[in-house]
T-cell receptor
Framework: EPEVTQTPSHQVTQMGQEVILRCVPISNHLYFYWYRQILGQKVEFLVS????????KSEIFDDQFSVERPDGSNFTLKIRSTKLEDSAMYFC??????????FGPGTRLTVT | GEDVEQSLFLSVREGDSSVINCTYT??????LYWYKQEPGAGLQLLTY?????DMKQDQRLTVLLNKKDKHLSLRIADTQTGDSAIYFCAEGLGYQKVTFGTGTKLQVIP
């Protein structure tokens, strides 16, 4: 069964460093998303992406964040200068048009 | 704005049925989802129901939707220890953001 994959599974970085989280969505899906879950809290929407453009973003997704689809298979989330409060589990998701969203296993980001 | 509420904890005995409840506020939602999260793992899409349906059954899982009261429930028949996890209720339009509840931690007692 096709699934969303994410790398790395765990990333440790120092405050102020840039990180790139990678996702490979399900191959025939056209809509891509990033969410995050701070430990013990709700899963929060960050951004949605379609047709090489951001289609929706939350107030969390400020200028420190960016997304890119650098090739036909990868979808990345970049955090330019990480803060302690960016520590969270980051989930990528994809959907086939206006359909249900499938999530990847997540990348645990630890900022020290 | 959208909001999804769930109780935080449910404990059941193995073999019993579990019922996890959820209320939501956005009446325009097309999809109502149930996701399962095991410790340290990602979000597994368990099942979903379209907003124009009342009920959906999938093996041991039954989803009931009361659109008038904006109430969603997930029933797990013959609950097993492997069902122990956090269950998230969520709502969305399909191609837009999904709004998640706080999650209900299901503990299955052998």
């Amino acid at each position: 069964e096709p699934e969303v994959t994410q790398t790395p599974s765990h990333q440790v970085t120092q405050m102020g460093q840039e990180v790139i989280l990678r996702c490979v969505p399900i191959s025939n899906h056209l809509y891509f998303y990033w969410y995050r879950q701070i430990l013990g809290q709700k899963v929060e929407f960050l951004v949605s992406f379609y047709n090489n453009e951001i289609s929706e973003k939350s107030e969390i997704f400020d200028d420190q964040f960016s997304v890119e689809r650098p090739d036909g298979s990868n979808f990345t989330l970049k955090i330019r200068s990480t803060k302690l409060e960016d520590s969270a589990m980051y989930f990528c998701a994809s959907s086939e048009g206006q359909r249900e969203q499938y999530f990847g296993p997540g990348t645990r980001l630890t900022v020290t | 704005g959208e909001d999804v509420e769930q109780s935080l904890f449910l404990s059941v005995r193995e073999g019993d049925s579990s019922v996890i409840n959820c209320t939501y506020t956005d009446s325009s939602s097309t999809y109502l989802y149930w996701y399962k999260q095991e410790p340290g793992a990602g979000l597994q899409l368990l099942t979903y129901i379209f907003s124009n349906m009342d009920m959906k059954q999938d093996q041991r899982l039954t989803v009931l939707l009361n659109k008038k009261d904006k109430h969603l429930s997930l029933r797990i028949a013959d609950t097993q220890t492997g069902d122990s996890a956090i269950y998230f209720c969520a709502e969305g339009l399909g191609y837009q953001k999904v709004t998640f509840g706080t999650g209900t931690k299901l503990q299955v007692i052998p």
